[in-house]
């Protein structure tokens, strides 16, 4: 039953595709004897058939001396080549500086630097703002460049070895690692190794820890 | 006479008139305060520190021996209090080094070696091993099999941000081993080299000092006072490197260049920086 249908369904359709092939093939016969005969029209009025460019449909530009003399030719000797003269400009036009509309230019220009975030009440990416009150704590975590928080997960050894690694640590950096252990211990419930580079200004940490230390730092307001 | 009495208005004119600086072309100086002749200088950057106090230093003078404080001013924690990375400072050396180095080495191979042409024994019957030519790499006086060719470059390119936290790290370190000096303007008194020496050698800097200005075309009485000393060097802010900062004991920043300095590192810590580091990347597409 459902075939029988089926099959009835696609006849329809079959028939619509038709008439609308047919329709549209008629037309372009249409417009391609119209074509034609435009062009024919403008061959006989234009004289010279060299001269007209292949898409150069309507007569209403028209290609002056100044603007053919840019056209390279190829001469067959350096002596019998003509001087180059100065070319025609084709349109007149004058320099402005600082027009009212420049500064609709710079609104597309690209940034300088990457620029500061506007402040507002919610951010819909689910981006946090870093607060005040963590530049009063005995160690920092600065934000990147691109405002977002330092701390990245690097996996090697074909994705057996994961490291969280976290940069841009300023002030004590021993006791963000006594904190950090700490939260984690607490979190996971489980030791979690940390290594220290008290020069580099990082912390790593063995394992997935990205997620706990993001928000770990958000609690922290950095 | 009447320099004495020109030098005397001029220190007139500096008593009453508040020292505002005139180079802040870039960053607003927020507050200038003036007692007994010293600017105290708050700066406004366009990026704040975040965490890190900037770094304050002096305003030193050029013009008397003794050193004279003219003002205190404020650096940017972050490009002159960076950690101290000599393992990036070491890359960056190593990179100045061999970004214009081309080994001269050279050596033949059995083809350029002369003679050797013919088969030096037959092949069998002499009890002997078989050799097709008296040049080739087993023998005494023959070519060398994998030696050094001439005209083999160096060059390579140290990524981007290394180069820009070679300079800001060297920059940190000299300012916290106090080799890092800032002067108001390059002006000499007299264009003797002995005046440089004794003024080098009153403010225990080191005996190689390198001074770097914003402008291309340092004062006439510097350039004629360093030119006999090798030791002294002058170079626009364009040319600062790590490789001199390192050789040269003292650095001696003019205000200006200061300012320049951190403006345009500032610039590029907080830039997108993809289009500088893609040219010598090398696994282009």
Known sequence: ?222 | MTSALISAIKRLHISVVPQVRVYSSNVAAAATASANNLSITKKDWAFQPQYTKPREVWIENLDTVEEQKLGLFELHPLVFAAPPRIDIINQNVVWQRKIRFVSWAHTKTRAEVRGGGRKPWPQKGLGRARHGSIRSPLFRGGGIAHGPRSGKTHFFMLPFHLRLHGLTTTLSAKLAQDDLHIVKDLELPTDDPEYLNELIEKRNWGPSVLLVDDTDLAPRNIIAASDTLGHINIMPVYGLNVYSMLKHDTLVLTLSAAEKIEERLLHWLHANTLKEQQPFKLNQV
Not at chain 1, 44 to 64: E, R, V, Y
Not at chain 1, 178 to 186: A, F, S
Request: net charge positive.
């Open chain 1, 1 to 222: 039953m459902t075939a029988g249908v089926r099959h009835n369904v696609s006849f329809e359709t079959n028939n619509i595709v038709l008439i609308a092939l047919v329709a549209i093939l008629y037309s372009l016969f249409k417009m391609a004897t119209v074509w034609r005969s435009q062009c024919a029209f403008a061959r006989l009025f234009a004289g010279k058939t060299g001269q007209i460019l292949n898409n150069a449909t309507d007569l209403g530009t028209k290609l002056g001396p100044g603007s053919q003399s840019v056209i390279s030719r190829k001469y067959s000797t350096y002596g019998t080549s003509p001087y180059i003269t100065k070319i025609k400009e084709q349109y007149d036009y004058e320099i402005v500086k600082n027009p009212p509309e420049w500064a609709y230019v710079q609104r597309l220009l690209p940034f300088d630097t990457i620029p500061q975030v506007t402040p507002k009440e919610s951010y819909p990416s689910g981006w946090v703002p870093p607060k005040e009150e963590a530049k009063s704590l005995p160690y920092f975590l600065a934000r990147t460049k691109n405002h977002e928080l330092p701390i990245y997960l690097n996996i090697t050894y074909r994705g057996i070895r994961q490291i969280t690694k976290i940069k841009r640590i300023e002030g004590d950096i021993w006791l963000l690692n006594d904190e950090i252990k700490q939260y984690l211990k607490e979190k996971n419930k489980r030791y979690v190794e940390t290594r220290v580079h008290e020069v580099g200004r990082f912390i790593e940490t063995k394992g997935d820890y990205v997620n706990d230390l993001v928000q770990w730092a958000h609690s922290k307001g950095f």
